[in-house]
């Protein structure tokens, strides 16, 4: 079976990842929140090396609970800069915090995040290939950034949005393919 061409087929954690999540349409709160954790713990590194620290990054946040994120304050920073299964950037974890608590408010005000979302979505898939970035990533990130969150781009963004399933990516070549016409 071909897969898309960034999937590392001897990663059974990545292989697993690409067939039964990534671009499969997941608009649960807390899945919304991990998957926002995990694009920010990527700036800079590959999503493979992010998932296979994975459940490490779980525990470390508190199993993406916002409401024990949103307590997380200096003491639990500087334990977490200790923990070498995770991330360890300084920047990225004090991202997580702030952005965790930017999330909350964002829940609060739409009811959840997903709403949220809608107002620039209208809840549709976009399906496209080949590209880091578009229009929605943009003004997505740049609302989110007005809002205060940190480590967040239209490329940081673009990413997440295929992860949860708005934009749909696999490529042409991949068993998990469909264009717009599907």
Request: glycine share 2%; aromatic share 10%.
């Amino acid at each position: 079976m071909q897969r898309c061409s960034w999937c590392n087929l001897k990663n059974p954690i990545y292989v697993k990842y690409h067939d039964e999540e990534w671009g499969q349409l997941n608009l649960n709160d807390d899945y919304l929140l991990e998957m926002l954790i995990l694009e920010i713990c990527e700036a800079g590194l590959s999503f493979e090396c992010v998932l296979n620290k994975r459940e490490h990054i779980r525990l470390a946040f508190a199993n993406y609970s916002l409401s024990s994120l949103i307590k997380y304050d200096e003491e639990k920073e500087q334990e977490l800069l200790q923990n070498k299964n995770i991330i360890r950037n300084k920047l990225k974890i004090k991202a997580i915090i702030n952005n965790a608590k930017i999330f909350n408010n964002i829940k609060e005000e739409f009811a959840s995040f997903h709403n949220y979302l809608k107002t620039f979505t209208n809840d549709e898939v976009i399906i496209e290939t080949n590209k880091t970035t578009n229009k929605l990533a943009q003004a997505l990130a740049k609302d989110l950034k007005r809002r205060g969150m940190k480590f967040i781009g239209d490329k940081i963004i673009y990413a997440y949005l295929q992860a949860i399933g708005i934009i749909y990516s696999h490529e042409k070549e991949c068993f998990l393919y469909k264009d717009e016409h599907e």
